[in-house]
């Protein structure tokens, strides 16, 4: 079976020429299908271009990229979107919520981008905020709710799809200690139910969490080892 993800010498420079930046200097990596890994590195070690690249955010300057079996390194930025819509879902530290529509209409919104019926997204919508506990929240908005429950509405968002990664950039950054535990709660049930989770932090406690952990430094992985604390 192929790797889910599977990195083969990537690198991103940026301002190419005299004062050039290896963002990623010859990255290679592969993920498989339902793990669980944590990519650590300090503020400019690569990471968040590492996970932009990951998510088809952004594209490598060389190298290739292969997302489920499919060379994703030379696609246009519409061929990336459509692929992003479908595999990807997002979670990001700062939530992401556009403050004037409520959970449920924030969790819907990347459904109507797929072309999914009403119908079909107001089921998958509340099935997505009840999951998060967050069924009599529905029809507040973000500033009606703590951090916590923001960050609970954009993992509804992230999952209502069901899509096949989870991609968590410092999902816990932003939150208070226990927020941040019911946050890696519901990521740790994401990736029993068979999820791919891939999660992004400069905290090692967070990272420990993960069974697999990535360490990144100056745009290169100088650690991949899997965590003895995790079955």
């Known amino acids: 079976m192929s790797h889910l993800i599977d990195v083969k010498d990537v690198y991103k420079i940026y301002n190419p020429g005299e004062n050039e930046v290896h963002a990623l200097d010859g990255v290679s990596l592969t993920i498989d299908r339902g793990e669980f890994v944590a990519i650590i590195g300090q503020s400019g070690s690569g990471k968040s271009t590492l996970m932009n690249m990951l998510g088809l955010l952004d594209v490598c ?27 990807i879902g997002f979670i990001f530290q700062g939530f992401n919520l556009i403050p004037s529509l409520t959970a449920q209409a924030n969790v819907e ?12 997204r107001h089921e998958l919508s509340e099935s997505a905020l009840k999951r998060v506990g967050l069924e009599k929240r529905m029809h507040h908005l973000p500033n009606q709710m703590s951090g916590g429950q923001q960050q609970r509405v954009a993992i509804a968002r992230a999952v209502a ?8 950039d410092e999902p816990t950054g ?9 946050v890696m709660q519901i990521l740790h049930e994401l990736h029993k139910e068979g999820r791919t989770v891939i999660l992004i932090t400069h905290d090692n406690g967070i990272a420990n969490e993960a069974e697999r952990v990535i360490r990144i430094q100056d745009g290169k992985i100088v650690e991949d080892y899997k965590n003895e604390k995790k079955e």
């Not at 919104?109 to 079909?120: D, F, I, S, T």
């Not at 799809?161 to 968590?168: D, E, N, R």
């Open 61 to 87: 300057t060389s190298g290739r990229y292969e997302l489920d079996g499919v060379d994703v390194s030379t696609m246009t930025d519409d061929q990336l979107s459509e692929i992003r819509n479908k595999e």
């Open 109 to 120: 919104l990347p459904l109507v981008y797929r072309g999914v019926k009403a119908e079909q």
């Open 161 to 168: 799809a069901k899509p096949p990664v989870i991609l968590a």
């Open 174 to 182: 932003n939150l208070d200690s226990r927020s941040g535990k019911e």
